[in-house]
Structure formats: structure tokens, C-alpha cells
């Protein structure tokens, strides 16, 4: 199963403007302690692409990310 969605994820490095961009929005949400950098990472990630989908096991961070974002990330629970 994990290489089933591996084949359908997008593997990126992080440069410096998605590490800032995710620091940016961590901080946003007023949670930046309680919220991991991978988790930032991810968002930032998605914020980069228009209607991006994240699919998680953690959606509260997730979407307390998401939400910092002017484009639309959908959160799903998986």
C-alpha cells in the first residue's frame, strides 16, 4: 500500500523559499511550538499549487496550515 501512494505523491526538495514559507506559516498559526516543521513543510509545499489536496493522519495541524494560505488545500484524514 505505501508504494501504491508513493507512486502518486510528488517528491520536492525544500529550498530556502519553502523553509521560509513554512516557517511563515507556522508562526501564523499561533501554534508554532506544537506544530512539527515536516508538517510546515508539507503545507508550504501544497500553498505552492493551486486546489492541492493533503492527504494526513494529522488533519488539526494540517489544517491550522493550510488555513494561514491564500490558495485552497483541501485536508483529508486518511
Same mark, same amino acid.
Given at each position: %500500500?505505501?508504494? =501504491?501512494?508513493? =507512486?502518486?505523491?510528488?517528491? =520536492? ?11 511563515? %506559516? =507556522? ?8 506544530? *512539527? ?14 486546489? *492541492? ?18 490558495? *485552497? ?6
Amino acid at each position: %500500500m505505501t508504494n =501504491r501512494i508513493l =507512486r502518486a505523491c510528488q517528491v =520536492r526538495d525544500v529550498g530556502e523559499l519553502v523553509a521560509r514559507t513554512a516557517a511563515q %506559516m =507556522r508562526t501564523a498559526t499561533g501554534r508554532a511550538e506544537s506544530i *512539527s516543521a515536516v508538517d510546515a513543510v508539507v503545507a508550504a509545499h501544497a500553498a505552492s499549487t493551486p486546489e *492541492s489536496i493533503v492527504l494526513t493522519s494529522d488533519p488539526e495541524d494540517l489544517t491550522a496550515l493550510a488555513d494561514t494560505a491564500p490558495p *485552497s488545500i483541501v485536508v483529508v484524514r486518511m
